[in-house]
């Protein structure tokens, strides 16, 4: 078990010198992992390789961190979280980003009431700690606050997805249930909260003896690298140097493809983290980009690059999404030819296209991509990615419903899409006059769950101000067989 806090202003000052320059803001951050348990498998060293991949990343970033702490093992009730928060992020001014990462289990409670716990344990103590409890301790900090959940079914306490009775083990399916209403969340904008999963889903871990820490979770490799630990913020999709929580949130959708990261914030556009000024770790492959992640049966063919840093094979892995899970057990792997047919890859940028093949006109699913390098007998994971696969002809329609009413600040709008074939949406809230208020998603792709796309709305507009209230229409678009597809829905906003 490890405590271990640093005050960076002195590594910040030697990093000046071996990093690139960077803008310098407030930041602050508390890493805590949970491995020990007395109701639950133990997590090991997976959680602690998650601290070590998130921790790297943030030391030497951009706002530059005035605190970065870790708990490694050692919370395990209420107190000790509350008192870990407030040493580490209570001297917070009210223009800092405080980040609280908290990597445990998720699990879903004996009764029949729907509701998911954190818990917490030091391997002596283990205390179940609720959405409301934790919102509690963390609302006391001052200025913005991103609080990332690591753990299965840890989108349930934000109000998504829809969680079955009993306690679930991680890997365990949860039988369908009838949906229920969300759970009522804190009206405080300055709240922002970032899951690996949604309510019914395990987070997933990658085991690795190349790895010092022996595993870590897809959603944790995949928000270091966002961020930039390996070199490029692969999260910045606009290319401006900086990374909201918007645009992980986008990255995180299709970097993960084994669960579905979830997000609640008010204004994500607003909220600019950390980003990693210069490679804090290296692996052999690094730098990825992709084309579009859907792809047309007529043209299934996925373009991407990325960099090697050394000789290196690679080694690609094609899981396929079937009956309501991913088929790891059948997946399809395949090695790189390398640059002359000798399965090597020497230094330098690399371009590849990935065609799938016996793709019939009206095929359509989901597939996830993950590139592995191959250096002295190891795998090392690079990059993954969701990919689906949509019919180039198709006649299918899109529909949206929204449930009840809403009083901002009180709750969200459940929102459904339904679209029985992958598509990219993009979601907008319009007043009576046709003019945008929120836009909830842009280029969002869909997820691989029976055709149905669950999005929220708090009631508040782009810049995290409540809106007012009357009649408000919630507007999905997405192109379907070379057509742009249209559905709306209304809603009454106010008590």
Request: net charge negative.
């Amino acid at each position: 078990m490890r405590r271990i806090r640093f005050l960076i202003m002195a590594f910040w000052a030697l990093s000046a010198l071996l990093l690139p320059s960077c803008a310098v803001a407030a930041t602050r951050a508390l890493l805590i992992a949970c491995s020990e348990f007395s109701s639950q498998p133990d997590l090991g060293a997976a959680s602690s390789g998650n601290l070590h991949l998130i921790g790297s990343a943030l030391i030497g970033a951009d706002p530059r961190l005035e605190v970065l702490s870790f708990e490694d093992g050692t919370i395990g009730t209420r107190e000790a979280l509350s008192s870990a928060v407030n040493d580490a992020l209570g001297e917070s001014d009210e223009d800092d980003l405080s980040i609280l990462y908290l990597c445990t289990h998720g699990v879903l409670s004996s009764s029949d009431d729907g509701q998911v716990y954190l818990l917490l344990g030091d391997g002596k103590s283990e205390t179940p700690l609720s959405a409301q409890e934790l919102f509690s301790i963390v609302s006391s900090i001052q200025g913005e606050k991103l609080v990332i959940l690591d753990a299965c079914y840890s989108g349930a306490l934000i109000g998504r997805g829809l969680p079955a009775p009993s306690i679930l083990l991680p890997g365990e399916i949860p039988a369908p249930r009838k949906p229920r209403e969300p759970v009522i969340l804190p009206a405080d904008p300055s709240i922002h909260v970032l899951t690996s999963a949604d309510g019914t889903e395990s987070s997933w871990y990658f085991d690795s003896d190349h790895l010092t820490t022996g595993a870590i979770s897809y959603f944790a490799s995949a928000f270091a690298t966002g961020l930039g630990l390996y070199g490029s913020a692969e999260a910045d999709a606009n290319g401006d140097g900086s990374v909201s929580l918007a645009e992980m949130q986008r990255y995180l959708n299709v970097a993960v493809p084994s669960s579905s990261s979830q997000l609640l914030s008010a204004h994500a556009d607003g909220v600019f983290l950390p980003t990693t000024c210069g490679a804090m770790l290296s692996r052999p492959l690094t730098g990825f980009t992709y084309s579009s992640s859907l792809l047309l049966t007529d043209d299934p063919t996925l373009e991407f690059s990325f960099t090697a840093a050394q000789d290196t094979a690679v080694q690609y892995r094609l899981i396929d999404y079937d009956s309501g899970r991913w088929n790891w057990e059948e997946a399809q792997t395949f090695l790189d030819e390398g640059d002359d047919g000798s399965g090597l890859l020497t230094p330098g940028r690399k371009t590849r296209s990935l065609t799938l093949p016996q793709i019939a006109p009206q095929d359509s699913g989901y597939l996830m991509l993950q590139v592995f390098s191959v250096t002295d007998g190891s795998l090392v994971l690079c990059s993954e990615r969701l990919i689906a696969v949509q019919p180039a002809q198709s006649d299918e329609a899109l529909a949206v419903s929204c449930r009840g009413s809403l009083v901002p600040g009180l709750g969200e709008l459940p929102i459904v899409v339904e679209a029985d074939i992958p598509v990219e949406l993009t979601v907008s809230v319009l007043n009576e006059a046709g003019a945008t208020v929120r836009r909830l998603a842009s280029g969002l792709l869909t997820r691989p769950a029976s055709g149905v796309s669950h999005l929220y709305w708090d009631g508040r507009d782009d810049s995290g101000n409540p809106v007012l209230s009357g009649r408000y229409t919630v507007s999905v678009e997405a192109l379907i067989g070379g057509a742009r597809r249209k559905a709306s829905c209304e809603v009454m906003i106010g008590a």
